[in-house]
């Protein structure tokens, strides 16, 4: 496997059988996790950053090279979108009274990006159906992940009130 298809891929996640979008997420929900519980949300914030430039560019040569626009097993863009959910649901999460905040903030950040990620409602669907090559690719689930934040917030601010 080349270098380019072990990033794509994160880490030959996407090669999977069943799911490759879905057990993607997972993976980096997992890898986020474990970043900002470690190295912090500023470190996940410039790997994210990082990703998604170097992702940009990488998915367009590939697509160049295969003919095929945003593959299945590309998940390097589930990954950018979970973790700017999970660093949006995770840092207010951290100011939240209320028990299990932060595992709220990681499962939530989790089904609500992946409901953004599938239904693409608004600008979502409009990016994932106008933009060509890696941009387009990226950019879905860069703003699903920031609407999947949000949502998650809303609903931990919701959850936050009965406490």
Known sequence: ???QKLFLTFFGIG???KAPETVGT???LAAGVLI???LGTETLFMLTLAVTVIGILEINKYEDNTGIHNPQEI???EAAGMWLSLMIASSVAATMHFPYAD???IILSFASFRLFNIWKPSTIGWIDRELKGGLGVMMDDIVAGIAGGFLAVVVMMGIEKLF
Do not use: E, Q, R
């Open 36 to 38: 900002l519980h470690y």
């Open 75 to 77: 998940v390097i863009d």
């Open 15 to 17: 090669l999977s059988t």
């Open 103 to 105: 595992i709220s903030a």
């Open 1 to 3: 496997m080349t270098l």
């Open 26 to 28: 997972l993976a980096a």
